[in-house]
């Protein structure tokens, strides 16, 4: 939700972030400490927590990436 470019400004991304993770472990049965937020990341703390990942998680496991806010294309 915070951008160096002040006209793109989001309110609702950190909300939105919080209460799929309330909803994932309250209804889906996710584990609070399996569930990993990145608050405005940046593209280098966006790969960080990719590459760590990529060292945890086993073929038994499914992996959910939710994006909120502007991106790039």
């Known amino acids: 939700s915070r951008y160096q470019d002040p006209s793109l400004t989001l ?3 950190v909300n939105d972030v919080a209460r799929l ?7 889906y ?3 609070k400490t399996n569930v990993t937020i990145l608050t405005n990341p940046t593209r280098r703390d966006i790969l960080s927590e990719l ?6 998680i086993t073929s038994n ?4 990436i939710f994006f909120a806010g502007h ?3």
């Open 11 to 13: 309110a609702n991304p």
């Open 21 to 27: 993770q309330e909803i994932l472990v309250s209804r």
């Open 29 to 31: 049965a996710f584990e």
């Open 51 to 56: 590459i760590r990942m990529r060292s945890t």
């Open 61 to 64: 496991d499914n992996l959910l």
């Open 71 to 73: 991106g790039f294309w």
